[in-house]
C-alpha cells in the first residue's frame, strides 16, 4: 500500500481504488446476500456490478467535496461544530431511549411521535 499512498499520478490512484475495493463494507456485506440468492454467478456479478456502478458517482462526490474542503477541515471551529452536532445526537438518542415510550420500535431516526 505504501507505494500507491505515496504515488501521485492517475494510475496509483486508480489503483489504490483497485485494493480500496477490496475492503469489508457494510453496503457490500448488505448487498450480498441479494447477489447470493439471485439465481446465479451471472445474476449475482450484475446485481455487484450495478451496486459499484450506483454507488460510484456518490463516491466520487464525496472525494470532490472533502477535496474542497480542506481549507475548512483543518479550522478549529468546524472541528468545535462537528462534535457539538455529534455530541446533540447523542444527547436526542439518549433522551428517545430513555424517555420516549416506543421510540426505539420507530426506529433510530423517526422523529414522528
Known amino acids: 500500500m505504501a507505494p500507491l499512498l505515496a504515488g501521485r499520478g ?3 490512484r486508480l489503483a489504490l481504488g483497485f485494493v480500496w475495493g477490496l475492503v469489508p463494507c457494510a453496503l457490500v ?4 446476500p441479494i447477489a447470493m440468492f439471485a439465481g446465479g454467478a451471472w ?3 450484475a446485481i455487484m456490478l450495478a451496486f459499484g456502478v ?4 456518490n463516491v466520487v462526490a464525496a472525494g470532490m467535496l472533502m ?3 480542506k481549507a475548512v477541515r483543518g479550522r478549529v471551529i ?4 462537528v462534535a457539538g452536532i455529534i455530541a446533540a445526537f447523542a444527547l436526542v438518542g439518549a433522551y428517545r431511549a430513555l424517555w420516549v415510550p416506543g421510540a426505539l420500535v420507530q426506529g433510530p431516526f423517526c422523529l414522528v411521535p
Open 78 to 81: 468546524s472541528r468545535y461544530a
Open 54 to 57: 450506483g454507488t460510484l458517482p
Open 10 to 12: 492517475s494510475a496509483a
Open 29 to 32: 456485506y448488505s448487498v450480498l
Open 67 to 69: 477535496d474542497r474542503a
Open 43 to 45: 445474476q449475482g456479478a
